[in-house]
């Protein structure tokens, strides 16, 4: 081989690599991001959990099975602290998740209305469908106590459309959220 294709073969090799790189820390930042919606949905189901615990349902209706094998909560009134706890003892979900399950803001202040109630009056005030961006804009000027998310607004209208208490429109490539119109308006507001 000649030196020149040594070079030139050398200068494809540091090309590619460079190349490479920047692709695994592109991807590094994609999961670095996908992590922390992930943590946000946990601290949210954290939440509900806790709530669900501590709250009678009006239905009686069960929550949804649990592995054997998967850690529970324990009712927040029996730690020492008020933090929803993990079967092996250590505090569960973020600062703000525990502040809120010992009785924070919605010990202080009475109970506050759920994320899909307020979401679900916010669509029963417009005609027509709504963007999830503008629904949370909307939220946090109502309500400046609440600060969820884009992603928990996302997660909680996605849960609501699989409920069948909201529908989907799709619009190029927005997605738009309305009220499913049905023959008991008065239930769904309240």
Do not use: F
């Not at 003892?89 to 307020?118: E, I, Y």
């Amino acid at each position: 081989m000649t030196s020149q294709s040594t070079a030139t073969l050398r200068s494809r090799y540091v090309e590619q690599a460079a190349s490479d790189l920047e692709e695994i820390r592109r991807q590094q930042q994609e999961l670095t991001e996908r992590i922390r919606v992930l943590q946000q949905e946990e601290a949210l189901l954290v939440d509900i959990l806790t709530l669900a615990e501590r709250t009678p349902s009006e239905e009686a209706s069960p929550l949804p099975e649990q592995a054997q094998d998967e850690p529970t909560l324990a009712p927040a009134r029996s730690s020492a602290a008020g933090a929803p706890r993990a079967a092996g003892g250590r505090a569960t979900g973020s600062g703000a998740t525990r502040g809120r399950a010992a009785g924070g803001s919605a010990g202080k202040k009475g109970r506050q209305p759920l994320l899909g109630d307020l979401l679900m009056e916010l669509l029963g005030s417009h005609d027509e469908p709504r963007l999830a961006k503008e629904l949370r804009d909307e939220l946090m000027e109502q309500h400046p106590d609440r600060e969820p998310t884009p992603q928990v607004v996302r997660n909680t209208l996605e849960s609501l459309v699989a409920k069948g208490r909201i529908r989907r429109h799709r619009q190029q490539r927005s997605v738009m959220y309305s009220l499913v119109q049905s023959a008991k308006p008065a239930a769904a507001k309240s």
